[in-house]
Nanobody, 124 residues
Framework: QVQLVESGGGLAQAGGSLRLSCAAS????????MGWYRQAPWKQGELVAR???????KYADSVKGRFTISRDNAENTVYLQMDSLKPEDTAVYYC??????????????????WGQGTQVTVSS
């Protein structure tokens, strides 16, 4: 089955950097999009960054220019480099994998898989 294991969270000061890693297994990593989401206390979760199987990236407006998502298909790992951190980046960060399955009549369904989450805390 799909497994996503995050690492790299922790405490950083405002203006500092952290790098999150997500090791994936149980599916063909190179064929699927990967992403990072976050959820701050008492807030709805949001997409932080996404990278397609071809390497195309998408970022939330709040992190553009500060965060970089990348993937290493040889290592089945996706990364989130977070620079110029702000206190409002404090959240639990979740790794996401999108897999697809073909069902009846060729209908393609996207399935979302999640890691256990890693806490990122940015102090001012």
């Amino acid at each position: 089955q799909v497994q996503l294991v995050e690492s790299g969270g922790g405490l950083a000061q405002a203006g500092g950097s952290l790098r999150l890693s997500c090791a994936a297994s149980g599916f063909t990593f190179s064929d699927n999009a990967m992403g990072w989401y976050r959820q701050a206390p008492w807030k709805q979760g949001e997409l932080v960054a996404r990278i397609s199987s071809s390497g195309r990236t998408k970022y939330a407006d709040s992190v553009k220019g500060r965060f970089t998502i990348s993937r290493d298909n040889a290592e089945n790992t996706v990364y989130l480099q977070m620079d110029s951190l702000k206190p409002e980046d404090t959240a639990v960060y979740y790794c996401n994998a999108e897999t697809t399955t073909t069902q009846f009549m060729g209908v393609i369904t996207t399935l979302n898989h999640w890691g256990q989450g890693t806490q990122v805390t940015v102090s001012s």
